[in-house]
């Protein structure tokens, strides 16, 4: 199978792990585990995903990846000191290259308003 199909079969999966209250939970562990950055990510990518004007094929990466960040099994398990978030990064870290054109200052605003939200700042 070549690089490009392995990509779009393993992303199709993760898309059936996302919910939004999967979600919100995985946000509320990241809060506490992982820290501003990679929240921060996951909320951009959550917000493009809720636009209106974003292309499907974009909310499908997003899908994609914001469902590897809540799937409870990964390549680098979450409980691993230091390292365990370092696959779910890249994955957000990915996604949001692909989407970047999608993310507007408003986007950008809001995610940052529920960052403070979450870090109480």
């Known amino acids: 199978m070549n690089k490009n199909l392995t990509v779009a079969v393993q992303t199709a999966d993760y898309q059936k792990e996302y919910s939004d209250s999967k979600f919100w939970n995985k946000v509320k562990v990241l809060a ?3 820290g501003r950055k990679i929240v921060y ?3 951009l990518l959550y917000y493009v995903l809720t636009s209106p004007d974003v292309p499907h094929k974009q909310k499908l990466v997003i899908l994609g990846a914001l469902g590897y ?3 409870p ?3 680098i398990p979450d409980f691993l000191p230091v390292v365990g978030y370092t696959d779910d990064l890249a994955a957000l870290t990915a996604a949001i290259a692909t989407v970047r054109s999608s993310i507007t ?3 950008k605003e809001q995610a940052q ?3 403070n939200d ?4």
């Open 73 to 75: 099994t990964d390549f």
């Open 69 to 71: 960040l809540i799937l």
């Open 118 to 121: 979450i870090f109480n700042k």
């Open 113 to 115: 308003n529920k960052l």
């Open 41 to 43: 990510q996951a909320l």
């Open 105 to 107: 200052p408003a986007i």
């Open 32 to 34: 506490n585990e992982a």
